[in-house]
T-cell receptor
Framework: IAGITQAPTSQILAAGRRMTLRCTQDMRHNAMYWYRQDLGLGLRLIHYSNTAGTTGKGEVPDGYSVSRANTDDFPLTLASAVPSQTSVYFC?????????????FGPGTRLLVL | GQNIDQPTEMTATEGAIVQINCTYQTSGFNGLFWYQQHAGEAPTFLSYNVLDGLEEKGRFSSFLSRSKGYSYLLLKELQMKDSASYLCAVLNSGYALNFGKGTSLLVTP
């Protein structure tokens, strides 16, 4: 079934550790996004990529980095996790950037930083 | 700046009609999306409006007034499975999607 997969489903992480959240889509979408969702704050954009080889910063990029080596994969890395990064992380993709395209979301990764 | 407001919670009865409002002030406008999100799951696309008026899709309809910075999602013939959060999101001038905090809808028997 076509769509977006994320791994891991959930993770408990010690503060200070490095962690990479994985995201893969098989829809050949050009644009990909990472959001975090926190109670009372809604979905906030962390980083995005309009096409393979390019990335950009969203609303809350500090403490996170991304790469887009190919069309399908868009990993999100926490270099040194802090408790405030405890959240649910959603990856999304859309067919084109810079257009009114629907974004499709992966199932999410639930991260707890202790 | 971006400001998207929607009620935090609503309750409605099975079989009834409910209207979830969303008001927005954003830097530019390229359309408004509604997403549904069940607890513990990913948001899923419901509707998109870019022109003023009503878009109907089965039991769900979405309305937009660009001059008023206002939209609503109308759910008819409510079912228990409609209990979920409903997210209003505006596509700004840079084609970034800005989300409201969501409205948690509880459908009761």
């Amino acid at each position: 079934i076509a769509g977006i997969t994320q791994a891991p489903t959930s993770q408990i992480l010690a503060a200070g550790r490095r962690m990479t959240l994985r995201c893969t889509q098989d829809m050949r979408h050009n644009a990909m996004y990472w959001y975090r969702q926190d109670l009372g704050l809604g979905l906030r954009l962390i980083h995005y990529s309009n096409t393979a080889g390019t990335t950009g910063k969203g609303e809350v990029p500090d403490g996170y980095s991304v790469s887009r080596a190919n069309t399908d994969d868009f990993p999100l890395t926490l270099a040194s996790a802090v408790p405030s990064q405890t959240s649910v992380y959603f990856c999304a993709s859309s067919d084109r950037a810079g257009a009114a395209e629907t974004q499709y979301f992966g199932p999410g990764t639930r991260l707890l930083v202790l | 700046g971006q400001n998207i407001d929607q009620p935090t919670e609503m309750t409605a009865t099975e079989g009834a009609i409910v209207q979830i409002n969303c008001t927005y002030q954003t830097s530019g406008f390229n359309g408004l999306f509604w997403y549904q999100q069940h607890a513990g799951e990913a948001p899923t696309f419901l509707s998109y409006n870019v022109l003023d008026g009503l878009e109907e899709k089965g039991r769900f309809s979405s309305f937009l007034s660009r001059s008023k910075g206002y939209s609503y999602l109308l759910l008819k013939e409510l079912q228990m499975k409609d209990s979920a959060s409903y997210l209003c999101a505006v596509l700004n001038s840079g084609y970034a999607l800005n989300f409201g905090k969501g409205t948690s809808l509880l459908v009761t028997p």
